[in-house]
């Protein structure tokens, strides 16, 4: 048994809600609990992931270990300056 009056309240059926709706109960010092992401919604767990590449790291990353063919217009804009800076 814990000690008196040195621990929160413990509520054991806390609500979690996301965008206004109960997704689910647990326990936790908080009567309610209000959350933006959780696991019915998280794009990891529903499968709906997409890769942010701002800055073409995952272009690089394919055409560094072939896992992609590069776009034609590109190899040529890359031969272009290849020999524009030989000669």
């Given at each position: 048994?814990?000690?008196?009056?040195?621990?929160?309240?413990?509520?054991?059926?806390?609500?979690?809600?996301?965008?206004?709706?109960?997704?689910?109960?647990?326990?936790?010092?908080?009567?309610?609990?209000?959350?933006?992401?959780?696991?019915?919604?998280?794009?990891?767990?529903?499968?709906t992931?997409?890769?942010?590449?701002?800055?073409?790291?995952?272009d690089?990353?394919?055409?560094?270990?072939?896992?992609?063919?590069?776009?034609p217009?590109?190899?040529?804009?890359?031969?272009?300056?290849?020999?524009?800076?030989?000669?």
């Amino acid at each position: 048994m814990p000690k008196a009056e040195i621990h929160p309240t413990w509520y054991p059926d806390a609500k979690v809600i996301c965008n206004g709706e109960v997704v689910m109960t647990t326990g936790s010092t908080h009567p309610e609990l209000h959350v933006d992401v959780w696991s019915g919604n998280h794009p990891f767990y529903t499968g709906t992931q997409k890769i942010l590449d701002t800055e073409g790291r995952v272009d690089r990353f394919m055409r560094k270990y072939g896992m992609a063919a590069a776009s034609p217009a590109k190899e040529t804009a890359k031969n272009d300056v290849k020999a524009d800076t030989q000669a």
